[in-house]
């Protein structure tokens, strides 16, 4: 720190808790742009429910609540056929809820690598995908908006190594790990 010209921080809190080590002179508080984009979409959520998101997904959320439920590409190249049977495992827990919806957001770069890096997983994984869609039980999001897909979702259910963690952290919403 005593080296930097300006240290620049997302709020107050984190200015203060920099102060014992920092000059406050060299702390700008000027925020983040993904949090002020996730707050301000939280604030419009019932406007992107009526307006902004498939007509079947405002049908299976309705009055349930909602789990985020992520995947990510480190979890699944780590832990590769282990990552796989987690899957099916929540999926087919959540199948059978009628007060619950899961959201299942997968990391866009899933399929390209397990298809290039995994490849004898990569069918198991399609098969997967393809029930669950075919099932209709929840909601398979590709869409290009993780923000929306949090601010939509009551819980995030998913590894630790995800960014979409800290989303769920801004908007105070809880994180259950399946690490």
């Known amino acids: 720190y005593s080296f930097a010209d300006k240290i620049i921080v997302q709020d107050s809190k984190k ?28 604030k419009r959520k019932n406007e992107i429910i009526d307006l902004e998101i498939p007509e ?5 959320i309705e009055g349930k609540k909602v789990f985020l439920f992520n995947i990510s590409i480190t979890g699944i190249l780590k832990n590769s056929k ?17 007060d619950v919806i899961l959201l ?20 198991e994984y399609i098969e997967m995908k393809e029930a669950f869609i075919r099932k209709d039980k929840g909601i398979f999001d590709e869409s290009g908006d993780a923000g929306v897909a949090a601010v939509l ?14 989303y769920f952290g801004v908007l105070g919403k809880p994180i259950l790990y399946i690490d």
Do not use: C, Q
Request: aromatic share 8%; charged share 30%.
């Open 15 to 42: 200015a203060e808790s920099l102060s014992d080590h920092v000059a406050a002179d060299k702390i700008a508080v000027i925020g983040s742009p993904k949090v002020d984009r996730l707050r301000k979409l939280e």
């Open 56 to 60: 079947n997904w405002k049908n299976k």
């Open 82 to 98: 282990y990552a796989l049977d987690k899957i099916r495992y929540v999926l087919s827990e959540f199948e059978v809820r009628e």
């Open 104 to 123: 299942w957001r997968p990391h866009p770069l899933i399929e390209a690598t397990l298809k290039t890096m995994r490849p004898d997983l990569y069918i």
């Open 153 to 166: 979702a009551d819980a995030y259910l998913g590894e630790s190594t995800s960014s979409l963690v800290h």
